[in-house]
């Protein structure tokens, strides 16, 4: 099978007036499958747009070389700066640009009407671990080096004050942003993401988090 790069430039020949078809390309990351998603021409450059399944793979691919940039996560950048030093130039943080960081949960409508309680018994479950993530810094760096393969306390204490403390990542009184959705559904339109006007109240109900912070009191 073709590598990235083995695959880069047979699409350089074979599609340059065009865009590419999606199509899979084993890469030379261990376990990383890439999809190539469309060929653009920016100026005088040739850019192939590529699809990886997670930020993981995106930052895999970064730091192996295969690819030149990507959006990944804080988190996943400082075990590089950890071994590797200060070879990650960052463009940009998503938070400064949108500092609400929402865990919300999704579900089919007539499943939530049809289950009210286990629905707010998850929302209570969500702002019960936002604030013990809050609360004890030591059992969620612990947590972390349990599940992550390779993770290590130092890493712990740098993604905690970003991710936990900076980015507000498990907010204690629930990560539903009314406002922010009223943007995010507003500039969706404009720049064609969506091709109908929508209000934020159409697709998101905020009574089960007002309901769980009822239950809970605000913090």
Same mark, same amino acid.
């Given at each position: ?5 083995? $695959? ?56 192996? =070389?295969? @690819?030149?940039? =990507? ?16 070879? @990650? ?11 609400? @960081? ?15 309680? $286990?629905?707010?018994?998850?929302? @209570? ?19 972390? $080096? ?33 406002? $922010? ?35 809970? =009191?605000?913090?």
């Amino acid at each position: 099978m073709r590598t990235l790069r083995r $695959m880069v430039l047979a699409l350089f020949f074979s599609l340059l007036p065009g865009i590419a078809n999606a199509q899979q390309a084993e890469t030379e990351i261990p376990g990383v499958t890439a999809e190539f998603v469309e060929l653009r021409l920016a100026g005088d450059a040739l850019r192939l747009a590529v699809r990886f399944n997670n930020t993981g793979e995106v930052t895999a691919a970064i730091r192996s =070389g295969e @690819i030149a940039g =990507g959006i990944s996560a804080s988190f996943r950048l400082t075990r590089i700066r950890l071994e590797d030093g200060d070879t @990650i130039n960052v463009l940009c943080n998503g938070r400064d640009e949108n500092p609400s @960081i929402s865990s919300v949960w999704i579900a089919d409508r007539d499943w939530v009407a049809a289950n009210r309680d $286990m629905a707010l018994a998850l929302i @209570i479950s969500e702002l019960n671990a936002a604030r013990w993530a809050n609360s004890d810094k030591a059992g969620w760096i612990a947590l972390a $080096m349990e599940q992550i393969e390779g993770y290590t306390a130092e890493a712990g204490e740098i993604d905690y004050q970003n991710i936990v403390i900076d980015a507000d990542n498990w907010p204690v009184n629930g990560g539903l942003d009314l406002e $922010m959705c009223e943007t995010t559904l507003a500039t969706s339109f404009e720049f064609g993401a969506i091709d109908k006007e929508v209000a934020c109240d159409e697709v998101v109900d905020a009574s089960f988090q007002e309901e769980a912070l009822a239950i809970l =009191g605000t913090q």
